[in-house]
Each structure stands twice: as structure tokens, then as C-alpha cells.
């Protein structure tokens, strides 16, 4: 059964520093990997995905993410976070065969401080 | 505006009620999800349909039980509703059945069970 852990529920960064958020998953074969983005009262929204090819993924907002294979990985980042960045995140893995949802992250909420 | 439309957006109701949720996927997607999020569980996956036909089941309660219509439309109903039911609801929309592209998510039904 494929599975998502984000290890950390709570970051704080200050508004202009670097970000990055873990993410590790469970699964047998390539998974496709998403990192969605959800705003107090908002539904999730797609930051970025991975399929194959290119390890490093380039998103929407400024938001990037590498596939580590060998760490079964995909953290996302961004060079410089802004106020409006505070959400939770969310890493969620899917599968080409077999179960066809979504599996979602706990979540890793983000604070900004200015 | 993502172009999955959730009614209604707020829900209030007792214990042992019965409610139905709402949703409209985007335009052109045949597939439809349904999550619930809570505190306590995370997102957890319900139920998948595509083109009508249920696809996938998740975690889904036999209180809870959803279809989807001709026009795509899908209904979550929920009955002999408990407290531990209150929840953010969330339905996703997909172009097809599989996880590939990542979904499309309305911006949920809260369900509070009083």
C-alpha cells in the first residue's frame, strides 16, 4: 500500500528565508508525487507534480520540488518565503496500478513571521 | 475559483440526522472524490466515481454512501450522522480515472453535528 509521512507539523520561518518541507513515501514502483497547498477556509490547491523525467520539479507561487529516489523522497522548497506562503501543505502520492485515489500527508502547517 | 463548486458550504445538524452533500465537478472532468478531513484523521479518502460508476472505496463508513449522476454530478450522504462525523468534506474532480494529473478540489462542506 503506498503511504505519505511529512515529518514535521509545524514550521515557522521568517518572511525572506528559505523553506523546505519533508516529505517521504511508501511505495513499490515510481509514484507520481504532488505537493497541494491549503489556505485557512480554501480547498487544496496544485502547487506541482512529478511523473518521471526531471528530477526537480518547478510549480506554481515560486515552489519547487526533487524526487530522491534513493531516499524516497520529495521535499518541496522556495528561496524566499513571502507572508502570504502561511497554509498547510500537503504531500500526497498516487499509483499508475492498483488503488486509484490519492494518498495524502498528514500536513505540515507554516507559520511566516515578518 | 477552482471549478469544482461544494454546496452547501456550512452544515449544522444533530445527531442522527441525515444530510447530503453537494458537488459539481470541473467542466470536462469525468471523475469524482470525495474526502473527509478532520483533526484527528487527516484527509482521508471516501469514495471514487468516474463516468457514473463507483471506482474506488476508501475509508468510508456503511452510514455514508454517495453516486454520481448523468450530468457528473455527484451526492454524499451521510446518515445516523455522530458527533465524530463533523468534518471538512471535500470533493476533487479528475479528466479521468486515475491519479495522474493531480485533482481539482472544491473548497469543501463543513459539517458540524451538534
Known amino acids: 500500500a503506498q503511504s505519505v509521512t511529512q515529518p514535521d507539523i509545524h514550521i515557522t520561518v521568517s518572511e525572506g528565508a528559505s523553506l523546505e518541507l519533508r516529505c517521504n513515501y511508501s511505495y513499490g514502483a515510481t509514484p507520481y508525487l504532488f505537493w497541494y497547498v491549503q489556505s485557512p477556509g480554501q480547498g487544496l490547491q496544485l502547487l506541482l507534480k512529478y511523473f518521471s523525467g526531471d528530477t526537480l520539479v518547478q510549480g506554481i507561487k515560486g515552489f519547487e520540488a526533487e524526487f530522491k529516489r534513493s531516499q524516497s523522497s520529495f521535499n518541496l522548497r522556495k528561496p524566499s518565503v513571502h507572508w502570504s506562503d502561511a497554509a498547510e501543505y500537503f504531500c500526497?502520492?498516487?499509483?499508475?496500478?492498483?488503488?486509484?485515489?490519492?494518498?495524502f500527508g498528514s500536513g505540515t502547517r507554516l507559520q511566516v513571521q515578518p | 475559483d477552482s471549478g469544482v463548486t461544494q454546496t452547501p458550504k456550512h452544515l449544522i445538524t444533530a445527531t442522527g440526522q441525515r444530510v447530503t452533500l453537494r458537488c459539481s465537478p470541473r467542466?470536462?472532468?469525468?471523475?469524482v472524490y470525495w474526502y473527509q478531513q478532520s483533526l484527528d484523521q487527516g484527509l482521508q479518502f471516501l469514495i471514487q466515481?468516474?463516468?457514473?460508476?463507483?471506482?474506488a472505496k476508501g475509508n468510508i463508513l456503511e452510514r455514508f454512501s454517495a453516486q454520481q449522476f448523468p450530468d457528473l454530478h455527484s451526492e454524499l450522504n451521510l446518515s445516523s450522522l455522530e458527533l465524530g462525523d463533523s468534518a471538512l468534506y471535500f470533493c476533487?474532480?479528475?479528466?479521468?480515472?486515475?491519479?495522474?494529473?493531480?485533482?481539482?478540489f472544491g473548497s469543501g462542506t463543513r459539517l458540524t453535528v451538534v
Open positions: 466515481y468516474y463516468n457514473g460508476e463507483e471506482r
Open positions: 467542466s470536462g472532468d469525468l471523475s
Open positions: 500526497a502520492v498516487g499509483a499508475v496500478t492498483g488503488r486509484r485515489a490519492l494518498t
Open positions: 476533487a474532480s479528475s479528466v479521468d480515472g486515475v491519479s495522474n494529473y493531480g485533482y481539482t
